[in-house]
């Protein structure tokens, strides 16, 4: 099993930055990949950028050029770098795992990010 705790949310203004952490714990010499997810309010969640253990990365068209991710192999975070932020982007945001061989979801409780005008 693999668990995750994600941090950095906050209340910031349309044109800033912030930068998430996703701490991995557990059994992480079995992840293949993570992946940063958000929630809008009312809608569903949506895969927003994605690293897997061999470095290549994938990222969801309206974020691209604004958002990168990265990863600290020592302590196994994965961090979500995020410029130039607008209104829509405020949701929760969340980062899921996937294990060697698994389907399984491991989704940690989520960090809020809120910008506003």
């Known amino acids: 099993q693999v668990q995750v705790a994600e941090s950095g949310g906050d209340l910031v203004q349309a044109g800033g930055s912030l930068r998430l952490a996703c701490a991995a714990s557990?059994?992480?010499?079995?992840?293949?990949?993570i992946g940063w997810y958000r929630q809008p309010p009312g809608k569903q969640r949506e895969l927003v950028a994605g690293?897997?253990?061999?470095?290549?990365?994938y990222y969801a068209d309206f974020v691209k050029g604004r958002f990168t991710i990265s990863r600290d192999n020592a302590q196994y975070t994965i961090y979500l770098q995020m410029n130039n932020l607008k209104p829509e982007d405020t949701a929760v945001y969340y980062c899921?795992?996937?294990?060697?061989?698994?389907?399984?979801?491991?989704w940690g409780r989520g960090t809020q990010v809120t910008v506003s005008l």
């Open positions: 899921n795992p996937r294990l060697a061989g698994s389907t399984a979801d491991h």
């Open positions: 557990g059994n992480t010499d079995s992840i293949n990949a």
């Open positions: 690293i897997t253990s061999g470095g290549s990365t």
